[in-house]
């Protein structure tokens, strides 16, 4: 027979991890990744519990870090976006604080989207995102959960606006938590934010909302919107997980002690001074 012709060129990597494009990208990867990037998200099992979906997740996501360390990348999840300034940032357990996505970087990414990075510092030293790609079939896995725990609404939201705070926001999972003492004593909890709905927002963020239940009977926040007192996060470098700040009543309490301690201070300062006069007198006599 003929002799064996030259090698081809090495196989793609898995096309759900993204990394047959990126600078240094593996040309190949895991047998139990390929599964995930070529087959989309594994089968569904109606019957599983939470725990074993989030067990499938774990696993699923280890797989997907073993191929992208090949290629000296990393596996996360994007925690925020503002999108008026076209940057955001990617949650990644192996890294000790989140890393920013700068301006050309975002594309079409959403918050809670799993995306395959890599990192560079910048001229000022600071870890930066140079590539990010999202990953289909994880970002699946991840909806899936969140759909399994705090499901979408399926009716229309209420015709009124409530306001609160965002007290919390798991990228991870795909949810935080609205305070707001009107929804609390109207559903008996705090309302669940999707990530859809989180865009532009930050911990301890003032929010207009509207309310949706779901097929679970809880809370979901829809049409949600920054109010308009609160400050731009590109302009005031709003940090996660700052707490909530004081309701307005607490804050009028707050200034009203001041002023009743300033005044208690002034009378005893002045009633100090009327008995100052008081000796002086007496021993000029």
């Not at 008026?84 to 975002?106: L, W």
Request: net charge positive; charged share 20%.
């Amino acid at each position: 027979g003929l002799p064996p012709g030259p090698p081809g060129p090495p196989p793609p990597g898995p096309p759900g991890l993204g990394l047959s494009g990126m600078p240094g990208g593996a040309s190949t990867g895991p047998a139990s990744f390929l599964g995930l990037g070529m087959g989309g998200a594994p089968r569904q099992d109606p019957s599983q519990s939470l725990d074993q979906m989030r067990a499938e997740m774990q696993r699923a996501e280890q797989a997907t870090k073993q191929a992208a360390s090949e290629s000296q990348a990393h596996v996360g999840v994007v925690a925020r976006l503002i999108t008026s300034a076209g940057i955001g940032a990617i949650q990644c357990a192996e890294m000790p604080t989140n890393v920013q996505i700068p301006q050309g970087q975002v594309g079409a990414l959403k918050v809670g989207d799993s995306v395959v990075f890599k990192v560079a510092q910048n001229q000022l030293g600071i870890p930066q995102v140079t590539f990010a790609r999202k990953l289909e079939a994880l970002t699946q896995e991840r909806q899936r959960l969140l759909e399994a725990e705090a499901p979408m609404p399926t009716g229309a939201s209420s015709a009124e606006e409530f306001l609160g705070f965002v007290t919390s926001f798991q990228p991870e999972v795909g949810y935080g938590l609205l305070s707001c003492a009107q929804t609390r004593q109207r559903y008996g909890q705090d309302v669940y934010i999707h990530r859809d709905q989180f865009a532009d927002l930050n911990i301890s963020d003032a929010v207009h909302f509207r309310v949706a239940v779901n097929v679970k009977g809880q809370p979901v926040a829809r049409r949600v919107r920054k109010a308009a007192s609160n400050n731009s996060d590109a302009s005031n470098g709003a940090v996660l997980g700052a707490p909530p700040p004081p309701p307005p009543e607490n804050q009028a309490k707050i200034s009203k002690g001041r002023h009743s301690r300033s005044r208690s201070g002034s009378r005893s300062v002045s009633s100090k001074k009327r008995r100052s006069r008081s000796r002086d007198r007496r021993r000029r006599r």
